[in-house]
């Protein structure tokens, strides 16, 4: 089925540090693919996303490149800061489901100054 | 500004209780989701709503029911609370589905059943 496998946290980084959290997927189709940021005591909000192969979303300095041949969408930001310090979650979206988004597991970033 | 709201963001009930848990959006949207979310699990979808009086069950509908009366409004409810529903629930709303089909979500909702 689909399924979305996130790198295991917590990640903790000290700051000006450069993040990369891997992200892959199976999935049915040809999925849009998201990454939303949990801030603490917050609901999900969109980071960046990307719609066809190759597309790269980007926002906020984080960036994260639709790479269909490997089924991967991992999320890089080159000089993290205490404010990035959430959990980040990967999603595919499937279009033949309704456009259901498909989470993984989520990775908690702690960035210390 | 966008806006999914959720009725509370804290909740305490007590085994057996029925509970209701409210959302509403502003943005006039088609689709409304209902999620828990669990430390290591992620979301897990429960129910989503398409239209008004629609309801498809997600991947973990046990225990579970909705309402949607209203295209703004989509109500969880558990029939009959127990203590493995203690959990953050999370709801969210898009527009039909497209390529741009971003899900907003509500703050949460932290509930724990005793």
């Known amino acids: 089925g689909d399924s979305v496998t996130q790198m295991e946290g917590p990640v903790t980084l000290s700051e000006e540090a450069f993040l990369t959290i891997n992200c892959t997927y199976t999935?049915?189709?040809?999925?849009?693919l998201f990454w939303y940021v949990q801030y603490p005591g917050e609901g999900l909000q969109l980071l960046l996303k990307?719609?066809?192969?190759?597309d790269k979303g980007s926002n906020k300095g984080f960036e994260a490149t639709y790479r269909k041949e490997t089924t991967s969408f991992h999320l890089e930001k080159g000089s993290v800061q205490v404010s990035d310090s959430a959990v980040y979650f990967c999603?595919?979206?499937?279009?033949?489901?309704?456009?259901?988004?498909?989470f993984g597991q989520g990775t908690e970033l702690s960035v210390k100054p | 500004d966008v806006k999914v709201t959720q009725s509370s963001r804290y909740l305490v009930k007590r085994t057996g209780e029925k509970v209701f848990l409210e959302c509403v959006q502003d943005?006039?949207?088609?689709?409304m989701f209902w999620y828990r979310q669990d430390p290591g699990l992620g979301l897990r979808l429960i129910y989503f709503?398409?239209?008004?009086?629609?309801?498809e069950k997600g991947d973990i509908p046990e225990g579970y029911s909705v309402s949607r009366e209203k295209k703004e409004r989509f109500s969880l409810i558990l029939e009959s609370a127990s203590t493995n529903q203690t959990s953050m629930y999370l709801c969210?709303?898009?527009?039909?589905?497209?390529?741009?089909?971003?899900?907003?979500f509500g703050p949460g909702t932290r509930l724990t059943v005793l």
């Open positions: 990307a719609t066809k192969a190759d």
């Open positions: 969210a709303s898009s527009p039909p589905a497209g390529a741009y089909n971003e899900q907003f």
């Open positions: 943005m006039d949207h088609e689709n």
């Open positions: 709503s398409y239209d008004v009086k629609m309801k």
């Open positions: 999935a049915t189709g040809y999925p849009s």
């Open positions: 999603a595919p979206l499937i279009y033949n489901q309704g456009g259901k988004l498909i």
